[in-house]
């Protein structure tokens, strides 16, 4: 959530963020509405509990027709405050409740607009000529079957469209991403972790999950726990209700764990293989930085990214994802994305965002500077989203015979090896 301070410093700045999203500029202006009735009955309700106090002190003390007028004064006021009280209750209720709404102040730099607003920041790496060496590209799935890798047919007897094994080699080529992925995040100083898939309500909303991407988070009605769309959740409610001294800051994080996605909304887009699917595995890295210190964070962990998708010889660009599509808590976010020769366009492989304080006010992670204890700021950034790795991977390093060059830097991974090679049918 944001600062109300701020809020009502710079309502202006919150409107203009909220219309570049393209969300509710009206639930600003609800939300001051509210939070002037909560700081007023609050006033009111101090003010009638301390006449209730002097008074009470003048009861003992009087007698007769004098008494009585202060115990019916008395009565009243006992009145008055229960109902101030239940109004300053109702009025702090919607408050937060509009709060939770709202989402994060966007970066004055952010490019504003919807999905194909984006600016291109970077390209790297060289797309490869298909037609000039002579052969047509397969896609992912077509050499995943020829390599014995990946098995969507049997995925989906098992557990319906969207599902997947990863099989032989393919299997191999998972476990080689994630270790050379820790690898690297270890290398860069973070601390490796196995995290939860299933938390709690409150690790859920407090990360902004529960709002305009409700709609694709699974839910355990019975338990009342939500499997989580990214280890950035669990990472995010590690510190939860918890002050930090500044000296430890930052803290890095490299998450590995499964992740599950409805995918509510992408009927009929991605259906062929393993590029948009329920559940996959990945890691991802996250940030505690002082607020002062996000922007910054944010540059290492794009370079963290790009030093990732480099290793990997990946053609790929960096683009400044616009305002509309950028999530609740992100302030400014930049995305990564791959070249996938069949489809003939770059698609998503990394994203990194900055949330600045959003995180830490919703769970109540805060640092400790000095005298001072203030909210401090969250970052989260993917490393390695394994099957759409596993797309780019197959298909931009693929050979005319079905065969895949394996990139120097998962070799040590994967037994030495340097090609994976077609299997006998």
Known sequence: MIDLRLLRED?????????????????????????????????????????QKALGKLVPKAAGEEKAELLKRASQLAADVKAADAERDAADAETQELLLRLGNLVHPDVPVGGEEDFVTLETHGTIRDFGA?????????????????????????????????????????????????MAQATAAGF???????????QSMAGTGFLGQAAQDVYHLDKDDLYLVGTSEVALAAYHMDEII?????????????????????SHGKDTRGIFRVHQFDKVEMFSYVSPEDSQAEHQRLLDWEKQWLTSLELPFRVIDVATGDLGSSAARKFDCEAWIPTQGKYRELTSTSDCTEFQSRRL?????????????????????????????????????????????????????????????P
């Not at 790795?389 to 693929?398: G, K, S, Y």
């Open 11 to 51: 309502p202006d700045r919150a409107r203009a963020s909220q219309r570049a999203r393209g969300e509710d500029v009206a639930l600003v202006d609800s939300l001051l509405s509210a939070d002037e009735r909560r700081r007023s009955s609050g006033v009111r309700f101090d003010e009638l509990r301390a006449e």
């Open 133 to 181: 060496e002579g052969f047509a590209p397969k896609d992912h799935l077509e050499l995943g079957q020829l390599l014995g890798a990946i098995d969507v047919e049997r995925g989906a007897k098992v557990s319906g469209s969207r599902f997947y094994f990863l099989t032989g080699v393919g299997a191999l080529l998972e476990l080689a991403l994630v270790n050379a992925a």
């Open 191 to 201: 601390t490796p972790m196995l995290t939860p898939a299933l938390v709690r309500p």
């Open 245 to 265: 001294d500044a000296d430890r800051l930052p803290l890095r994080y490299a998450g590995f764990s499964p992740c599950f996605r409805r995918e509510a909304g």
């Open 364 to 424: 109540q992670i805060r640092m400790r500077d000095g005298k001072q204890v203030r909210p401090l700021a969250t970052l989260n950034g993917t490393l390695c989203a394994v099957p759409r790795t596993i797309v780019a991977l197959l298909e931009n390093h693929q050979r005319a015979d079905g065969s895949v060059h394996v990139p120097e830097a998962l070799r040590p991974y994967l037994g030495g090896r340097e090609v994976l090679e077609p299997v006998a």
